[in-house]
């Protein structure tokens, strides 16, 4: 069976970058940088229906990006979290954080309504994400 | 320097387990199945702030403990998060997801207050918990 991206994932989200293994988006929601992984693993609903091996090659990409992103946009703290309560489909969130941002302290799910990109703020951050598009394709 | 736990997560936790790397903590409420794992590693703070190894070992870790008590608790999803915004100290959320539940289907930071466990029904959930008290032990 081939996989296929959610169509909510889809929706909410800017492709930066797809390989054999993941597709990453990046939420369209200017007020956080905020990624999305998505490994294509066809059924995988929870990080345990990954193969170990699927599992690792995840958390190490997934902090990877991390580290890149959290650093390039001077964030104070990096939030991770696979939910998936509303999106079936496996799906991990890589979060910037800062201090002060819409949710701060709080996690960032259901606070206000996204506030879309404009075009010259897409290009910019898109821009800026280039490690991690070169991590991931 | 040694390891000491955050005030905190001591303080809303029930100790479950703890070996040379971990400690495994049952968050104190009672509407989820919610543990809390902590690396010793002194100093960090974001998962990218681990050893690759270290990195590895608690994301197979995370999740084989994400199977077990998502089959245990016949929960419909496992979720599972890294946050950390109020408690810097790097820490693992592994929660059991029912449909309905207290939160169902957000996530389940701040909503509402927390429900203590009663003495039996502590007992209850930690006599079940016990295959994953062996995999950190």
Same mark, same amino acid.
């Given at each position: 069976m081939s996989f296929k991206l #959610?169509?909510?994932?889809?929706? #909410?989200? /800017?492709?930066? *970058? !797809?390989? !054999?293994?993941? %597709? @990453?988006n990046l939420?369209?929601?200017?007020?956080? /940088?905020? @990624? %999305? @992984? /998505?490994? &294509? *693993?066809?059924? *995988? &609903?929870?990080?345990?229906?990954l193969t170990e091996e699927q599992q690792i090659d995840l958390a190490l990409k997934s902090n990877k990006i991390g580290r890149i992103i959290t650093e390039q946009f001077k964030g104070d703290k990096f939030n991770i979290a696979s939910l998936g309560n509303m999106v079936p489909q496996l799906h991990v969130h890589l979060i910037v954080r800062t201090v002060g941002d819409a949710a701060w302290p709080g996690p960032i799910w259901g606070v206000g309504d996204a506030v879309p990109y404009d075009s010259p703020q897409r290009e910019k951050v898109i821009d800026k994400l280039r490690a991690v598009v070169n991590l991931i394709s």
């Open positions: #959610d169509h909510r994932l889809e929706q #909410d989200g /800017i492709l930066l *970058a !797809e390989s !054999e293994q993941y %597709v @990453l939420v369209n929601d200017s007020r956080y /940088i905020w @990624l %999305v @992984l /998505i490994p &294509k *693993a066809t059924n *995988a &609903k929870d990080m345990f229906d």
